[in-house]
């Protein structure tokens, strides 16, 4: 038999492998690679990859790629984990968020809510109201102290779980009178002594301060009167460098002549609540001019007081007092 040269014999090994040679060929490529250890090797070589078994350059860079998809299986694993714990602090936020904004609700803060109050004999009957439309009450407090009680709520948005009116009767246990109601986180006093206090009085009065000289406080007390909304824009001087102390109003515009009956009304009411609200103020002059003509009111303490009966600094420990006395300017104009 003619012996086969090597290139004819590698290239009929996969066939012979496969066993798709006849008898013939066979015989040939056995009597070949018996007597040819190239070609023996590479038989070899052949039939470990046919059953699975690698070469160890081909083990070699199967491991790499085995090893690169397991770094990709990995970081997607990760990316999922982030993704799943962000979505879940996502969905905790999103429920604690809504169950504070319709559910708790924030606490009463000054303005937010108005508070009316009823007494009669012991029986004490509240009603609160949210001031914004969009807002409700959730849940309505009474706490009683020695001869006082203190009401407080919260807030949430609009919902059908909760109104924007809130009530309840509370039985007053005490042997003391009661004396004082306060309301909400700020302690707005809301019924002193039989008297329900409003929400204007209170606005006004907790502007109450010690020295006309601090300015900031004076601006305060002019925005609770509303003098700029009811009269008009205007600066100030003050007169701290001796007693008696004054503050003057000087109106930037002039007033107009149809309404001057109303500006000294207004004048008036908010130079005396002036002079109740700080403590060492003397006098309260207003400048202004009406038709071309530069003019000067003046109101002091002292005329005040006699006014009202009682020295009108009283005013400044009493809400009370002050509501009265506020009434005595109303009704004396």
Not at 137 to 143: A, P, Q, R, V
Not at 194 to 222: C, F, L, Q
Request: glycine share 4%; proline share 3%; hydrophobic share 40%.
């Amino acid at each position: 038999m003619t012996k086969l040269p090597c290139e004819i014999v590698k290239d009929l090994l996969p066939l012979y492998i496969d066993k798709l040679t006849t008898e013939v060929t066979n015989s040939a490529i056995e009597e070949h690679i018996s007597t040819c250890p190239a070609c023996n090797e590479v038989m070899e070589s052949m039939e470990k990859n046919e059953s699975g078994v690698l070469s160890p350059a081909e083990a070699s860079g199967e491991k790499k790629k085995i090893d690169f998809l397991k770094k990709i299986k990995f970081r997607s694993r990760i990316r999922i984990l982030v993704l799943s714990v962000a979505l879940a602090a996502l969905v905790l936020f999103l429920g604690i968020s809504l169950v504070r904004m319709y559910f708790v609700g924030d606490k009463d803060e000054e303005g937010s809510v108005t508070y009316d109050i009823e007494v009669v004999g012991n029986d004490v009957y509240v009603t609160a109201t949210a001031v914004k439309s969009n807002e409700a009450i959730s849940k309505l407090n009474i706490e009683e102290g020695e001869d006082s009680l203190k009401i407080s709520c919260r807030t949430v948005k609009s919902s059908p779980f909760a109104s924007r009116e809130k009530k309840a009767v509370y039985r007053w246990k005490s042997s003391e009178p009661l004396w004082l109601i306060t309301a909400g986180e700020a302690g707005r006093i809301v019924w002193m002594e039989d008297e329900p206090i409003y929400d204007r009085t209170w606005d006004v009065w907790s502007t109450k301060h010690m020295y006309v000289g601090d300015m900031p406080a004076n601006a305060r007390t002019a925005k609770a009167l509303l003098l700029s909304e009811k009269i008009g824009l205007f600066t100030n001087e003050l007169q701290t460098a001796e007693e008696p102390y004054g503050w003057t109003i000087l109106f930037s515009e002039p007033l107009d002549a149809s309404y001057e009956k109303y500006y000294l009304s207004e004048m008036r009411k908010a130079g005396y609540e002036m002079i109740a609200l700080v403590q060492n103020l003397d006098h309260v002059t207003f400048r202004y001019t009406i038709d071309g003509e530069e003019l000067e009111d003046t109101y002091f303490a002292e005329d005040a007081s006699k006014g009202f009966g009682q020295d009108v600094k009283n005013c400044w420990t009493s809400v009370k007092l002050f509501q009265n006395y506020v009434h005595w300017l109303d009704t004396s104009d």
